[in-house]
């Protein structure tokens, strides 16, 4: 009896140690597992990243940019642009600056961040320099990034006094984009209204204000005052015509005179009362009643 106790007691005894022993081994596999796993995670990045393998950065200053990028590729790196200037020292598209510096070393797939001169060219809201001088318009227009190549004088009471821009024989507008580099011509008053060489007035009657105001630059005139009949808004301002103007058509002028006109709704009621007006005031002149505004006597269109 006494012996069967004691195989009892011997067989927990190994019984224990082998447990231990067993957790001890499990332990052991899992930090080894831990170590192959780490070993294998480093050796993965170093092979994904190219840990210590670098290339030397081309240089790519100088080159279309579609060129540096093919470059750029054949050595595993890339291109980013950052940023784009303009200017006429280089071809358009170029490459002005590059970063890493070429021959310096970089890791593969690292970004090479580059300037470019841009393809197109900027475009500039024109500013607004309408009654500067023309130094000071120069140094505005020019400090915006245009250039300006002429100065064109018109008829205007004070000498030098900027009254315009023109691009290409149009006119320009405050606010108007034109390309950085475009050449302005600057037009700029003469110092007197007139004076240099005579011109005829125009016929206006039956035209809007802004149609009027047209012709009368193009024959060298400049628009005076003008009246509306009634009320005026933004909205109907164009169906207003002219149906009287001084000087009338075809009088003598100098250029840079103006002509003052007035406008209505309705041109033919405003000639027939003209024509109605006169005959009252000379009853005892026999006169023909116009059918049309063509028949209308030049003199009837009076202020």
Same mark, same amino acid.
């Given at each position: 009896?006494?012996?069967?106790?004691?195989?009892?007691?011997?067989?927990?005894?190994?019984?224990?140690?082998?447990?231990?022993?067993?957790?001890?081994?499990?332990?052991?596999?899992?930090?080894?597992?831990?170590?192959?796993?780490?070993?294998?995670?480093?050796?993965?990045?170093?092979?994904?990243?190219?840990?210590?393998?670098?290339?030397?950065?081309?240089?790519?200053?100088?080159?279309?940019?579609?060129?540096?990028?093919?470059? !750029?590729?054949?050595?595993?790196?890339?291109?980013? *642009?950052?940023?784009? +200037? /303009?200017?006429?020292?280089?071809? %358009?598209? $170029? =490459?002005?600056?590059?970063?890493?510096?070429?021959?310096?070393?970089?890791?593969?797939?690292?970004?090479?961040?580059?300037?470019?001169?841009?393809?197109?060219?900027?475009?500039?809201?024109?500013?607004?320099?309408?009654?500067?001088?023309?130094?000071?318009?120069? !140094?505005?227009?020019?400090?915006?990034?245009?250039? *300006?190549?002429?100065? +064109? /004088?018109?008829?205007?009471?004070? %000498?030098? $006094? =900027?009254?315009?821009?023109?691009?290409?024989?149009?006119?320009?507008?405050?606010?108007?984009?034109?390309?950085?580099?475009?050449?302005?011509?600057?037009?700029?008053?003469?110092?007197?209204?007139?004076?240099?060489?005579?011109?005829?007035?125009?016929?206006?009657?039956?035209?809007?204000?802004?149609?009027?105001?047209?012709?009368?630059?193009?024959?060298?005139?400049?628009?005076?005052?003008?009246?509306?009949?009634?009320?005026?808004?933004?909205?109907?301002?164009?169906?207003?015509?002219?149906?009287?103007?001084?000087?009338?058509?075809?009088?003598?002028?100098?250029?840079?005179?103006?002509?003052?006109?007035?406008?209505?709704?309705?041109?033919?009621?405003?000639?027939?009362?003209?024509?109605?007006?006169?005959?009252?005031?000379?009853?005892?002149?026999?006169?023909?009643?116009?059918?049309?505004?063509?028949?209308?006597?030049?003199?009837?269109?009076?202020?």
């Amino acid at each position: 009896m006494h012996d069967f106790f004691n195989r009892i007691m011997k067989f927990k005894a190994f019984q224990t140690k082998s447990k231990t022993l067993f957790v001890c081994i499990n332990v052991f596999m899992a930090i080894l597992a831990v170590v192959l796993l780490v070993i294998l995670l480093y050796g993965w990045l170093n092979l994904y990243t190219d840990h210590g393998v670098e290339v030397e950065v081309p240089n790519i200053k100088g080159m279309m940019i579609d060129e540096a990028e093919t470059l !750029a590729e054949s050595v595993g790196l890339e291109i980013k *642009v950052i940023d784009s +200037v /303009y200017t006429t020292k280089v071809p %358009r598209g $170029i =490459v002005i600056e590059q970063t890493p510096v070429a021959m310096s070393r970089a890791k593969r797939h690292r970004l090479i961040y580059v300037v470019m001169n841009a393809k197109c060219k900027r475009r500039i809201p024109v500013p607004d320099v309408t009654l500067l001088s023309y130094r000071q318009a120069t !140094a505005t227009i020019e400090a915006m990034g245009l250039r *300006v190549t002429n100065m +064109v /004088y018109q008829p205007y009471e004070h %000498r030098d $006094i =900027v009254i315009g821009l023109s691009l290409n024989g149009r006119k320009l507008s405050p606010g108007e984009r034109v390309e950085e580099g475009s050449s302005i011509v600057l037009i700029v008053g003469s110092g007197n209204k007139g004076g240099t060489h005579a011109v005829k007035v125009p016929d206006l009657l039956g035209k809007t204000l802004e149609e009027a105001k047209a012709i009368l630059e193009a024959n060298e005139l400049t628009l005076g005052a003008y009246e509306f009949d009634e009320p005026v808004t933004d909205d109907n301002m164009g169906k207003f015509k002219v149906y009287t103007q001084s000087p009338l058509k075809g009088s003598d002028a100098i250029d840079g005179d103006e002509v003052m006109i007035m406008l209505t709704r309705n041109v033919e009621r405003k000639l027939q009362d003209i024509y109605e007006t006169r005959s009252a005031e000379e009853s005892k002149e026999e006169i023909a009643q116009p059918d049309t505004i063509d028949q209308l006597n030049e003199d009837d269109r009076w202020f």
